[in-house]
């Protein structure tokens, strides 16, 4: 009944022939609207530009000027903007061995949940990535210590590298091919990661921020808890400041444990980097 529609982020062909004549109406004003003709206009000026139809290749080779006008372009744009909450991956029921790990399914299979990835980082792309990353983590890791992480492109939303197989509690396991494949990664880069026990970022998470690439340090609590730190002052010495802090502590207390949290709390306090807790 109705013609089919040439999707352009994709360059597919989109049948809309199953829309009532009301949700036709209101795609056709859409595709028809000033923005998104201003979309498709920069998007064949870029394709042109860098010499290629995979739009992909054409958002890694885009400037920080261009990108930005892109995005903007992408978020006024109404064809793509009323989308209902994409939620590939939900955290199932299960029967837990442990009382520990277990992941808030209500909390975390809502979309209260997936609001607190708005405007997390500056690409709304992104931050769609990194939700659904996150759901794929708390399924996986649900009712366990483990962690999972994966590294995106912080522009872009590209994995550039997992880790799934850790199975030592609280520590991610990550072999020197995988480091090194972050490491020369040409762009900046977010790394994403659980918590099953929902704490903050720790300090060897804020060590990371130190990575010339390495932007941010997100952490996603089982109990639902979303942190991200960045913005780390590269003027200060965080690892000689902690290992003072910690043997001072360590000194009056002779707990190791207490003496690493008294020492990561008072970094936080001093505010040499950027933490948002949602």
């Known amino acids: ?54 739009f992909r290749k054409v958002l890694d080779k885009m400037d920080t000027r261009e990108y930005n006008h892109y995005t903007k372009l992408l978020d006024g744009n109404p064809l793509f903007n009323k989308n209902p909450l994409k939620q590939t991956v939900k955290v199932t029921a299960k029967t837990h061995q442990l009382d520990k790990g277990i992941v808030d399914r209500k909390l975390v299979n809502s979309k209260t949940f997936h609001d607190k990835f708005e405007g997390l980082v500056d ?5 769609e990535v990194l939700y659904q990353e996150s759901m794929k983590m708390l399924e996986h890791r649900d009712g366990t210590a483990f962690e999972d992480m994966i590294a995106v492109d912080s522009r872009t939303g590209k994995i550039i590298e997992s880790v799934t197989d850790s199975q030592i509690p609280g520590r991610l396991q990550i072999t020197e091919k995988q480091y090194k494949k972050i490491q020369n990664h040409k762009g900046t880069v977010t790394l994403l990661h ?4 929902s704490s903050r970022p720790s300090f060897a998470d804020i060590q ?17 808890s979303v942190y991200r730190v960045y913005d780390l002052d590269d003027k200060f010495d965080i690892d000689k400041f902690y290992q003072k802090a910690y043997n001072e502590y360590k000194h009056e207390s002779n707990d190791d444990i207490l003496a690493e949290k008294r020492a990561t709390d008072t970094l936080y306090d001093l505010g040499v980097f950027k933490c948002d807790r949602r």
């Not at 994709?10 to 009301?22: A, W």
């Not at 690409?123 to 931050?127: D, R």
């Not at 659980?194 to 026990?197: E, I, L, Q």
């Not at 990371?208 to 639902?224: F, Q």
């Open 123 to 127: 690409h709304k792309e992104v931050n």
């Open 194 to 197: 659980n918590h099953p026990n």
């Open 1 to 54: 009944i109705y013609p089919q529609i040439k999707d352009i982020k994709t360059n597919m062909i989109v049948n809309v022939s199953g829309s009532c004549p009301e949700d036709y109406a209101e795609f056709k004003k859409s595709f028809f609207s000033k923005e998104n003709k201003q979309y498709m206009n920069y998007v064949q000026q870029m394709e042109e530009k860098y010499k290629t139809k995979d």
């Open 208 to 224: 990371k921020l130190k990575e010339k690439n390495v932007d941010s340090v997100i952490s996603v609590g089982h109990d639902g």
